[in-house]
């Protein structure tokens, strides 16, 4: 037992030197990605911002807004694709009956999808990963610049990130989505439904 616990410490400290290891990594990735639904990407992002909370609360002794402020800008851009590509399955549901009239419009929702709904969850699944396989250097090394402005990619997740948002609560409204927009929050939310 000892001996296995040594080996699988000293692949711990070389994995990332380790080809095979990022290629595995690379093809569980996709493989994660194209099964799971966005209710366990968002899952994820929770957790990740659980994990920067303590960070930032617990080891670096931030106050809450402080924390609050740190967490979001860590986390901007996994919410803000994360919202997006909500957005996208929910309108493209909504599109279902043009999807029908069109083989054309059949092929770019396949490429909006690909784009806009699998390339996220890529990012996001990677993203925290790579937290978690680090979980002791993450908790270490505080992003603690927050007088700082806010950088370009910043800017546009949460802009980007502001405009999903209006966008979903606007969903029920349209009358092409208002049907099927639950059934496609449902489908992309809900743990359970893979």
């Not at 966005?38 to 402080?66: C, E, N, Q």
């Not at 851009?77 to 059949?106: H, N, Q």
Request: charged letters at 15%; aromatic letters at 8%; proline letters at 2%.
């Amino acid at each position: 037992m000892q001996s296995q616990m040594s080996s699988l410490r000293r692949f711990a400290h070389r994995h990332d030197v380790t080809p095979a290891f990022h290629a595995a990594y690379f093809v569980l990735t996709i493989l994660v990605a194209a099964l799971l639904n966005l209710g366990w990407f968002a899952l994820l992002i929770v957790l990740h911002m659980a994990l920067d909370t303590v960070k930032y609360r617990d080891m670096h002794r931030l106050s809450w807004p402080k924390t609050a402020h740190a967490v979001l800008r860590e986390s901007l851009l996994d919410c803000t694709l994360l919202i997006l590509a909500l957005d996208v399955e929910v309108y493209l549901r909504g599109a279902s009956g043009i999807v029908a009239l069109s083989a054309l419009f059949r092929g770019e929702q396949a490429l909006l999808e690909g784009l806009f709904v699998f390339l996220p969850k890529v990012e996001v699944l990677v993203h925290v990963t790579n937290v978690l396989s680090t979980v002791r250097s993450h908790l270490r090394i505080a992003n603690l610049d927050h007088a700082s402005r806010w950088s370009m990619i910043e800017r546009v997740s949460l802009a980007g990130a502001t405009a999903g948002l209006l966008l979903f609560m606007l969903a029920p409204l349209s009358s092409g989505v208002h049907e099927s927009f639950l059934a496609a929050v449902s489908n992309e939310l809900l743990l359970w439904r893979l």
